[in-house]
């Protein structure tokens, strides 16, 4: 790659790997301004913590009995309140312009992956979403602490059934192997004295309040990674971050997600230094200015969402405002990953998972959906030659290759089928 | 009236961990993009060179989440089986003995005819060395067939490796494909329930185009040209077979007596499967998956519906089959990522464990017990002792299904389970 063209991948990265891509104009206006002022602009620290105002979900209390009169008009409120969580969570991702703060939350969602599918209530999964947003770039013990008090991760790993009398492990195992340590670094002892530690909790499951319940709390000691004591749930997750693989693991876990699933983190790289005192905006910041973005090798593949927020961006579109509901819940289910549904507590795959030949169909007929929506009256100013030039900056995509080019040739004369094309070529589907 | 989106449903009342496939989280990295051959051959290929009749096919049945095997294949005779977990024991009378110790349970009466019929091969006490508790981790060593080293790749993708490229000869339903069939040289092509339809017109021709190469492409862009380009490869040859009825299942009754509610997924899935095999697909391997097995609470019921959609749906499969003349070249293997433990937690559920039942079903194989039954007085840990190694299955099904060297496959695993007829 010439300078040029390397300008064009850090900037595009700094787009599509700390955001979920830009907005008309500002990918231009970022080459300009250049990588430097680029970088210094996504790291400035967020006004708030969120830019569309989230939905008001009341608490919907008790369920009515089965085949009452009640009950339909409870299930309808439940579907409804779902919906305008799901509505308000995309809108939020296309509108903010805080996007690392957004694509962040984005990745603490698929860290502490819980889904709806067994909390059942959009209310404690918004709850969890404004946690995640609050911490997203803050400090991960604090978060950690305070992800153990959130009523949707106690209900999606059976805290509330964790008791003295009879421990159940799924939320001490997962704490150790998926949020904090990683597998491997710890023993199944471990997991069993920790499960000990988290017991004496439960749930309101229509909130997700979580509170104690001293009857069923494990008061004696309890040995966690050599740690001897009667300890707080907070107190030993606090120990279980303060471990030196927890530094690392976190690191890994940004790389995977921001950089690369195929190579793996370097031994020597600073953002694992800069992650000392468990501050996440420190070890973003490290990454971002690293020389990391600038390294050929590290492309990846968009997720689904993170592919239909970046074309709702680049084209104005507001997701709530796309003619239904259901179709859009429906496109992405098809691809495999519609928020607050993760499949497993371990997230969502990576790369070449999204590559499918049904995922190259159903991006297709999305792409189609979403692009017959777009106002094309700017595109459609532009010459039928220049068109691709113009497509490659609103996108923030580094270059068309000679295969896309030629694809495109058959279709400039019309702007919505260039769209289509350029959204499902290799060079937009991969964030290069 | 506001449209509303589904609402996803709570399964059985626990977790979903499972639902699809699971991860490239648990590290199974991915294959190289691989070349291929053009939409017109291999378009050629499935309709000139329909799998010849006789030639051995196989079918993967996962089962995510970690299926309780001790609620499956059921020491039934055993006190110690009864004492370790009260709460989620069914009651002997219930169950469908197989041997003197050993029942099925009562909701899987179609594997117990096969079974009768000598066509249900049950290994027991299936595990590798130092079992691992983490879904991700232990899919992940079940999927690449390798519990020590890292693999990028699936033990079925690595005898992909050994075939033609053919996107066609190994073929997951659902849209993602799991690490299974990850091979170096070419992965499995994956299959949604609903099919795929081949983009038309000039849209038609431009993503013809898209599907190419480019020598410009990184390994990532090459793959995204490349599902492009399977889609129409696949849906050449898929779509006109699947707007067909599926193959009828004529010697089971059309009524269903036992629980009622529509197709589950797995049943949905080997319908694809059985109308494909029928139409005489290229495929030597295929997968499909059911979740909801990891069972940390309540699991009595919730098991017993699950097992019982297994072996419905299997049986239905099986039975399909006959009137497409392959019935015979059909072997189903089924699995999950551990069983669980052996006494029950709090909650009436069992927490993660080791060792399970895997089963093999089929005209092939040679049925009854395979491996010896772990023993409820030696517990490891308070868990299931392993006395048969995975690889033992796999290097047996390579070699007897598929006809290939097993033992290379799997880092020149020696071991073998002897369950199939010749």
């Keep these: ?432 | 009236m506001i449209e509303l989106p589904r609402v996803p449903g709570q399964e059985l009342g626990m977790s979903r961990v499972t639902r699809r496939q699971f991860l490239k989280y648990s590290g199974v990295a991915a294959a190289a993009a691989a070349p291929l051959l053009t939409v017109d051959q291999i378009a050629q290929a499935a309709i000139t060179r329909p799998l010849p009749l006789g030639t051995p096919i196989l079918v993967v049945v996962t089962l995510y989440g970690g299926n309780d095997g001790l609620n499956t294949v059921i020491p039934y005779q055993d006190s110690a089986y009864y004492n370790a977990r009260p709460g989620l024991t069914y009651k002997p009378e219930t169950l469908l003995p197989l041997s003197s110790d050993l029942a099925l349970n009562a909701s899987m009466t179609g594997i117990k005819s096969l079974w009768d019929a000598n066509k249900v091969a049950i290994v027991r006490g299936v595990g590798y060395p130092k079992p691992d508790r983490s879904h991700f981790s232990s899919m992940a060593i079940w999927q690449t067939g390798s519990p020590a080293a890292h693999l990028n790749t699936g033990w079925l993708g690595r005898w992909l490796d050994t075939q033609a490229i053919d996107p066609m000869t190994a073929i997951s339903l659902g849209g993602v494909l799991p690490p299974l069939l990850v091979g170096a040289k070419q992965s499995g092509s994956a299959l949604p329930l609903g099919g795929l339809s081949i983009p038309q017109g000039v849209i038609g021709t431009a993503c013809q185009r898209l599907s190419a190469t480019s020598p410009s492409d990184n390994p990532l862009m090459a793959a995204a040209a490349t599902s492009m380009r399977n889609l129409f490869n696949v849906s050449d040859n898929v779509q006109p077979v699947l707007a067909k009825p599926a193959p009828v299942a004529d010697d089971l009754p059309t009524i269903d007596g036992g629980n009622a509610g529509g197709d589950t997924n797995l049943s949905q899935q080997l319908n694809v499967v059985a109308k494909l095999i029928a139409a005489g697909s290229p495929t030597r391997a295929w997968s499909v998956s059911l979740g909801g097995f990891d069972t940390h609470a309540n699991e009595a019921n919730a098991q017993s519906l699950l097992l019982g959609t297994v072996s419905k749906s299997i049986t239905t499969f099986l039975s399909q089959m006959k009137a497409s003349g392959r019935s015979k070249d059909i072997t189903v293997l089924v699995y999950s990522e551990f069983g669980r433990r052996v006494m029950a937690n709090g909650s009436d559920g069992t927490d993660h464990g080791t060792a399970g039942p895997v089963f093999l079903i089929g005209d092939r194989v040679n049925g009854g017990f395979y491996g010896d039954q772990p023993s409820l007085s030696k517990l490891v840990d308070g868990d299931l002792a392993v006395t048969t190694d995975f690889r033992d299955v796999y290097s047996s099904v390579l070699e007897k299904v598929l006809g290939a060297p097993g033992g290379k496959i799997l880092n020149n695993w020696k071991g073998s389970v002897n369950a199939f007829k010749s």
């Design chain 1, 1 to 432: 790659m010439d300078s040029q063209q390397l300008q064009r991948l850090e900037i595009a990265r700094l787009f599509h790997r700390t955001g979920f891509g830009p907005k008309p104009g500002e990918f231009a206006a970022a080459l300009s301004a250049g990588v430097v002022a680029t970088r210094n602009k996504v790291l400035t620290p967020p006004s708030k913590v969120s830019f569309v105002t989230p939905p008001v979900l009341t608490d919907l209390g008790p369920r009515p009995a089965a085949n009452s009169p009640a009950v339909v008009d409870y299930s309808q409120q439940l579907r409804y309140q779902i919906q305008l969580l799901f509505l308000w969570w995309l809108d939020e991702m296309v509108a903010s312009p805080h996007t690392l703060q957004e694509k962040m939350t984005w990745f603490w969602h698929g860290h502490w992956a819980t889904s709806i599918a067994k909390v059942n209530y959009a209310l404690p999964m918004l709850n969890q979403n404004v946690t995640m947003r609050k911490y997203s770039l803050g400090n991960f013990k604090e978060f950690a602490k305070a992800m153990f008090s959130d009523g949707a991760l106690q209900v999606w790993l059976d805290g509330q059934d964790n008791t003295a009398k009879a421990p159940n492990e799924n939320f001490s195992r997962e704490m150790m192997e998926l949020f904090t340590l990683g597998v491997d670094h710890y023993t199944e002892k471990d997991v069993k004295e920790l499960a000990r530690a988290f017991t004496g909790y439960q749930v309101a499951r229509t909130t997700g309040a979580v509170f104690y319940n001293a009857r069923r709390r494990d008061t004696s000691a309890v040995t966690v990674l050599g740690k001897t004591g009667v300890m707080s749930p907070e107190e030993v997750i606090s120990h279980l971050v303060s471990q030196n693989d927890s530094q690392l693991f976190i690191a890994e876990r940004i790389w995977y997600r921001f950089v690369s699933s195929r190579e793996s983190l370097p031994d020597e790289h600073p953002m694992i230094r800069a992650f000392a005192d468990r501050d996440v905006y420190a070890l973003m910041k490290s990454l971002i200015e690293s020389s990391t973005f600038s390294q050929e090798q590290y492309s990846m593949v968009k997720s689904p969402v993170e592919w239909f927020i970046g074309l709702c961006r680049a084209l104005s579109i507001t997701p709530s405002q796309l003619p239904s509901p259901t179709k859009l819940y429906s496109y992405l289910e098809m691809l495999s990953q519609v928020p607050f549904s993760p499949p497993n507590v371990g997230g969502w795959p990576a790369d070449e998972a999204w590559l499918s030949s049904a995922s190259a169909q159903f991006r297709l007929s999305f792409a189609t959906h979403v692009i017959a929506q777009a106002n094309l009256v700017e595109l459609t100013a532009v010459s039928d030659v220049r068109r691709p030039a113009y497509l490659a900056d609103l996108l923030g995509v580094v270059e068309w290759s000679p295969r896309t080019a030629n694809a495109m040739r058959g279709v400039r004369d019309n702007p919505q089928k260039l769209l289509i094309i350029a959204a499902c070529s290799p060079e937009y589907v991969v964030s290069q």
